[in-house]
């Protein structure tokens, strides 16, 4: 039996990995369930797993550890086989021949090349597997794929997690939560620990959020962002107070501004899932960060964003200059600026010579 588990989520996948092999062991290995819902598994503590790094481990140890080991080894003996790094095998070969008894789970966390089958294209006999993938259909085995959680899914997680820790998250600070760490279940998993050690019994807030997860305070500005590109006055000049009440700095507020706008441009060019992961590379985002912004995205040209970036600059300038009363006043007036309000524009100041101190 061969498995091979892939994708770029390592925490969902060792969770998967965890259901698959305490399933081999008991001789009824099932599908994926609610991984949601599980807890993280313990395999150092599984009698008849092995694990080996391909990165580091021979193809001849995996293959020994796959073998009976001796005379007075039971016949009916589970053995399971990990192997982790399984992208850097070197001999695919061991694949096709790994022994018939044991259970072979091979696990990569990253994009894989799809193999002849999922191109469409027939294997043909005879000719070596060119990949990973191709070597586990041709043996037979069973590919499954983790996906990264999509934006949507990612407040029904947390709030899956948190029941597995009997931690308590009221919607505000989920919401908090997912738009502070996106998808990053690792990150995801650790976080609700942190945040259900700081309240205890108590009930985790957004403010306990925003105190305690670097990266909480740009759900704040995503707030403040749409707040603008609805044109809602009264939620935007009030999400910035409570920005400023909880101490965050202007120039900090201003530049988190001008990435979101810069974001909401990017998003609105998406037209695949490969089309974000592309985007965040190239600004050092995440594709939850764009996937997120893509509902705004489609209410903004880019007319709207150059207007917003001159808005931002001339903010930006006016306070650095010390053309407004008070950095606070610059900020609030590019924000109503942002908002469509009358004679809040601060270009006009940047026509006027700066004051002299």
Not at 47 to 60: K, M, V
Not at 160 to 182: M, N
Not at 325 to 347: I, K, M, P, Q
Request: hydrophobic share 50%; with cysteine; glycine share 8%.
């Amino acid at each position: 039996m061969v498995f091979l588990l892939h994708g770029e989520d390592p925490f969902r996948t060792r969770l998967r990995l965890g259901e698959l092999a305490a399933g081999l062991l008991s001789g009824a290995p099932a599908g994926p369930t609610d991984l949601g819902a599980m807890v993280e598994p313990r395999l150092g503590g599984m009698l008849g797993i092995t694990r080996h790094d391909a990165r580091f481990d021979t193809p001849g140890a995996i293959m020994l550890s796959g073998q009976a080991q001796g005379l007075f080894d039971a016949v009916d003996e589970s053995r399971v086989v990990i192997v982790d790094h399984a992208e850097a095998l070197n001999d695919l070969d061991l694949i096709a021949s790994f022994p018939r008894e044991a259970a072979l789970v091979l696990v990569a966390v990253e994009r894989l090349a799809a193999g002849r089958s999922r191109r469409g294209q027939r294997p043909k006999a005879n000719v070596p597997a060119a990949n990973l993938l191709e070597a586990v259909e041709a043996a037979g085995g069973s590919v499954e794929r983790i996906e990264r959680l999509a934006p949507v899914e990612v407040p029904g997680w947390i709030s899956a997690r948190a029941r597995i820790h009997g931690i308590k998250l009221d919607h505000e600070a989920v919401a908090t939560l997912a738009s502070a760490a996106g998808s990053d279940t690792e990150r995801l998993e650790q976080e609700i620990k942190k945040l259900g050690a700081y309240v205890g019994n108590a009930t985790v807030t957004a403010a306990d959020v925003r105190a305690l997860v670097n990266g909480a305070i740009e759900a704040d500005v995503f707030e403040l962002t749409q707040a603008v590109v609805r044109k809602d006055t009264r939620t935007a000049v009030a999400t910035l107070e409570r920005l400023l009440a909880d101490g965050n700095a202007v120039q900090q507020i201003l530049a988190l501004l001008l990435w979101q706008f810069r974001v909401l441009l990017f998003a609105s060019a998406m037209r695949t899932n490969a089309d974000a992961e592309r985007m965040a590379k190239a600004i050092r985002s995440s594709p939850y960060a764009i996937q997120r912004a893509t509902a705004f995205a489609r209410r903004v040209t880019r007319a709207d964003v150059q207007r917003a970036y001159e808005g931002i600059y001339a903010a930006d300038q006016v306070i650095k200059t010390g053309r407004a009363e008070s950095d606070v006043a610059a900020l609030t007036l590019c924000v109503l600026d942002l908002c469509g309000v009358a004679n809040a524009d601060l270009r006009d100041m940047l026509l006027v010579e700066a004051p002299r101190r």
